[in-house]
């Protein structure tokens, strides 16, 4: 697949408007007062990094703390990889996968420890033929957090929208192929030359983009390209 770069970069921007008023008051007096009254302006823009500031300081930084704990250790316990996915999840695990988890990844904690430090991609994908697409990025990332961006479905989303494509087919029901094929062909090289070409981390254009592609998800965002 082609990589398309996005052409314009379209954002709702929070305006904040100073407004005085005057209250009248039991005793006859009056009372002024400042409200700041924010609101939402449509705004197009071409500058990629300005859009990923505006969108990342939505992001819920305090959730990111079992995540940062361990994603840059050396060499992770099982406990690591135990809380790494449950704050991909968002929750504590269920029992299904749970047990998914135990059985096709931190059974080869060895094997994960030793790709950390020497990167092998026919082994990985050998060793964790059988875990699902979503799952088996996340480790990816896990192992080499600063090559392999996050994905999900609101990642998806974003760059389809971003990229002028059609954006509100993105669901989890799409075929692991396609998403694959997405992730490699097309996402992990476009995020490797925004970093390239201004300097932004990783882990920076993953919050601005699982922000956006949240709000398109929830349609708080109504956009005409």
Not at 107 to 125: G, P
Not at 181 to 189: A, K, L, N, R, W
Not at 205 to 219: A, C, Q, T, W
Request: aromatic share 14%.
């Amino acid at each position: 697949m082609k990589l398309t770069e996005p052409q314009v970069l379209q954002f709702a921007a929070l305006l904040l408007i100073n407004q005085t008023k005057t209250f009248p008051q039991k005793d006859g007096s009056k009372t002024k007062f400042t409200m700041k009254l924010p609101i939402l302006e449509q705004k197009n823009i071409n500058d990629f990094p300005e859009f990923i500031n505006f969108w990342a300081q939505m992001y819920k930084f305090e959730d990111d703390v079992p995540y940062d704990e361990c994603i840059n250790k050396k060499t992770f316990t099982d406990r690591d990889i135990q809380k790494l996915y449950e704050w991909k999840n968002g929750m504590i695990l269920s029992e299904k996968k749970q047990k998914s988890l135990n059985e096709k990844i931190i059974s080869k904690l060895s094997v994960i420890n030793e790709l950390k430090q020497n990167f092998d991609k026919e082994k990985f994908r050998k060793e964790f033929k059988n875990v699902s697409l979503v799952w088996k990025i996340f480790l990816l990332h896990i192992i080499e957090p600063q090559k392999f961006p996050i994905y999900d479905q609101h990642i998806h989303r974003a760059y389809q929208f971003i990229c002028e494509k059609d954006w509100q087919g993105i669901s989890p029901q799409m075929k692991d192929k396609d998403k694959e094929d997405f992730y490699f062909d097309v996402y992990q090289p476009f995020i490797e030359s925004q970093v390239k070409t201004y300097g932004l981390k990783i882990r920076e254009i993953d919050r601005g983009i699982f922000i956006f592609g949240g709000d398109l998800k929830r349609k708080k965002l109504s956009f005409k390209l």
